[in-house]
């Protein structure tokens, strides 16, 4: 028997289609679960499989959270380990010498050892509705953990996207200044040839410089951009100069993806597991605190030889 109430999980109301019409390139068809593990490779950039991969594997945060979920495990073991009975063991030695001069001159040697158990009968059901709240703490850790690296993920590829984009802007910017400063000096030539006014060239001059400036905060972006990545991946600013200062094009998705229904989008998400498994755990410490209100009992022995 144990107290309190039986967790039930909830029913959600959730449509079995989409409210609205899905925009070109969704579809509401099944996905595969692999695929959906592994989504960004579907983009077919191998820096950017990279740069997930390593981020998985050092950025802080799915460290730390790593690190919640290894304690939960050891909580939920500490706890079904209080279901069992508690032992202790004692062993003692002495030696006692007596004098000749006081006495028989004899040494006597004296030893112990003990033996003692106890148990408390989880007669109530508390001890029980522990450990299920420690399993659900665990697996709320666990879906902690997976939130936390779909956040990661998604933030590795966003700005992944981003920096080839200003990458991109950045090169035809370079190039168009490139281009607007021969126009320009062909401007001037063919003003000192009297085939166009001063203000055709200042126009040119204007052009020339309206997109120089564009360049600077162009740079700074991408920079930004880059010293993103090497946060989210745990590693100091400038670190990955290497792998990114190739150019590449900007990743582009599958032309069509699946997206599934509502049920399967809200059953996906791990922030929604995670509440769910918080509501379990709270569940179960309801019948904790209920356990508490009723009497302890006990069965203890020891055995002990000399």
């Not at 989880?122 to 509705?129: A, E, I, V």
């Not at 665990?138 to 953990?145: H, P």
């Not at 032309?255 to 569940?283: F, M, W, Y």
Request: charged residues 25%.
């Amino acid at each position: 028997m144990a107290v309190g109430p039986d967790y039930v999980p909830p029913e959600t109301a959730v449509p079995g289609a989409w409210a609205s019409q899905l925009c070109s390139g969704l579809r509401a068809g099944e996905m595969d679960p692999a695929e959906v593990a592994r989504w960004w490779t579907k983009l077919g950039d191998p820096v950017l499989s990279n740069l997930v991969d390593r981020a998985v594997a050092g950025n802080l945060d799915l460290k730390e959270a790593r690190a919640r979920v290894r304690e939960a495990r050891a909580r939920r073991g500490i706890t079904r380990a209080d279901r069992f009975p508690t032992m202790n063991t004692s062993a003692s030695g002495s030696s006692k010498h007596t004098s000749e001069k006081s006495g028989s001159g004899v040494t006597r040697e004296l030893y112990s050892a003990g033996f003692d158990a106890s148990w408390e009968v989880d007669l109530f059901g508390g001890k029980q509705r522990a450990v299920e709240a420690a399993e659900a703490g665990l697996q709320a850790s666990e879906e902690e953990l997976r939130d936390v690296l779909v956040s990661i993920v998604a933030e590795v590829a966003l700005n992944y996207v981003e920096f080839r984009t200003f990458q991109n802007r950045l090169e035809i910017t370079e190039q168009n200044l490139q281009r607007q400063k021969e126009t320009s000096e062909i401007a001037g030539w063919r003003c000192e040839a009297g085939l166009v006014t001063e203000l055709d060239v200042e126009r040119a001059k204007r052009n020339l410089e309206q997109t120089r400036s564009q360049i600077p905060p162009l740079q700074a972006s991408l920079k930004r951009a880059e010293n993103r990545l090497c946060v989210l991946l745990g590693q100091h600013p400038g670190t990955l100069e290497d792998i990114l200062s190739e150019r590449k094009p900007i990743p582009v998705p599958p032309l069509e993806v699946a997206v599934g229904v509502p049920a399967d989008v809200l059953r996906r998400r791990p922030d929604v597991r995670h509440a769910e498994r918080l509501l379990a755990a709270s569940t179960a410490q309801v019948g904790v605190a209920t356990a508490a209100r009723f009497p302890t009992f006990s069965l203890a022995g020891s055995i002990g030889l000399e």
